[in-house]
Every structure is written in C-alpha cells, then in structure tokens.
Nanobody
C-alpha cells in the first residue's frame, strides 16, 4: 500500500531556511506528479508547488516564487521542498500530495 511520510519543518526565524521531505513507499515516483500544499490557521488549503513526473517544476504559487524550490530524487522515492527567505506569512501546516494520497502534515512556524 502506498504511504506518504513527511519530515522536516519546525520553528525558524524570518529570513531563515527549512527543507521539507516527502518519502513515498509502496509505489515508484517515476510516473507521478507531486505537489506541496499548505494550510494556515483560519485559511483554506492552498497549492504551493508541484513537480511533474518529467522532473520539471511545473508550478509555484506567486507568494513563494524565487524563495522555494521543489525537487525530486526518484532513486530515493523522495520529493523535497527547499524553503529560503522564509516569512511569517509562510507559517502553516505543509502537506505533500501524490494522486489521492496525502502526507501527515508538517508544521512550519516562522517567527522571531
């Protein structure tokens, strides 16, 4: 059975960096697009970034362009979200998505 397990996240000061990981088991990543979403308190879940099966980043939300980088390592069945120049507005629970499967969510808090 396919499982999606996230790691990374935590508390960081404004301007800092974090890297989120999304490890997939039970299915090879090769044929799937992977997405990162986030949900801030009191707000709807929004798309952050998505990478296609061809390993070409396909989407970044305007609010993260130039600061976040999505990548995938198919050999490790893992997708990453490198987040730089973090802002308090990036505070949210981040979710990895593959098809109909979701990771467990990872809290990212940007605060001084």
């Amino acid at each position: 059975q396919l499982q999606v397990v996230q790691s990374g996240g935590g508390l960081v000061q404004p301007g800092g960096s974090l890297r989120l990981s999304c490890a997939v088991s039970g299915r090879t990543l090769d044929d799937f697009a992977i997405g990162w979403f986030r949900q801030a308190p009191g707000k709807e879940r929004e798309g952050v970034s998505c990478i296609s099966s061809a390993n070409t980043p396909t989407y970044y939300a305007d609010s993260v362009k130039g600061r976040f980088t999505i990548s995938r390592d198919n050999a490790k069945n893992t997708v990453y979200l490198q987040m730089d120049s973090l802002e308090p507005e990036d505070t949210a629970v981040y979710y990895c998505n593959l098809d109909q499967f979701w990771g467990q969510g990872t809290q990212v808090t940007v605060s001084s």
